[in-house]
């Protein structure tokens, strides 16, 4: 347990460093067991200690004196919906909330079939409709959508990935932003997509 929570810790550090999260944005969390270890609110991510984390059960209800971030509900609710998820990783990095700020984004198709890294990591994307953070609206529209999901777009908000591992979460999370990344360079570019039998391929090989 003390490793993962050192990699959570490790990895909030990477992504502040990074600049994937900046001020106090951005959230973070384990599950071993019935228990959510998640990142403490109004804190950043830069220098988070094990001792600083936030403890709560499958209910929501504090396990230590540290309180979580006010996002707890939808990591609870993925978490309910994914039985299989160990971790989440939200963040409001740049290009992934760039892309969930287009008017004209087409929540089937997100993002086109650039790289077949996307496919292996991220796909299928799934969108969610504007609704305040921290809001009980906002945790059931995640928790619904988690069903079909592992990877989240939060319309003029962030991304949320899951996994079953720390590391698959925080690859998936890497593995969207750069491909949010890659889009928005090429955009005003003649694309090159995946066809429809590469993605078949790719999918068969998963």
């Given at each position: 347990?003390?490793r993962?929570l050192?990699?959570l ?11 994937y ?6 959230n973070?969390?384990v ?11 109004g ?34 609710g993925?978490?309910r ?17 760039a892309?969930?700020c ?20 991220v ?13 009980s609206?906002?945790a ?8 079909r ?7 003029n ?22 491909t ?27």
């Amino acid at each position: 347990m003390e490793r993962m929570l050192e990699e959570l810790c490790e990895g909030a550090q990477s992504f502040y460093a990074r600049g994937y999260a900046f001020g106090s944005t951005g959230n973070l969390s384990v599950r071993i067991g019935d228990r959510v270890w998640i990142t403490p609110t109004g804190r950043p991510l830069k220098g988070l200690t094990p001792a600083e984390l936030a403890l709560i059960d499958r209910e929501g209800r504090p396990l230590n004196g540290n309180r979580p971030s006010k996002e707890f509900p939808f990591h609870l609710g993925i978490y309910r919906q994914r039985p299989e998820a160990a971790a989440i990783v939200h963040l409001h990095c740049a290009y992934s909330v760039a892309l969930s700020c287009l008017a004209a984004l087409d929540e089937t198709k997100p993002l086109p079939a650039i790289t077949p890294y996307f496919f292996m990591r991220v796909a299928p994307l799934g969108v969610v409709p504007y609704h305040r953070p921290g809001s009980s609206e906002l945790a059931q529209a995640v928790e619904q959508a988690s069903a079909r999901h592992a990877c989240l777009l939060l319309r003029n908000h962030g991304l949320i990935t899951s996994g079953a591992a720390w590391t698959e979460a925080v690859d998936r999370a890497e593995e969207l932003e750069e491909t949010a990344k890659l889009y928005f360079l090429l955009r005003n570019e003649s694309l090159r997509e995946l066809t429809a039998e590469e993605i078949q391929e790719i999918r068969r090989s998963g």
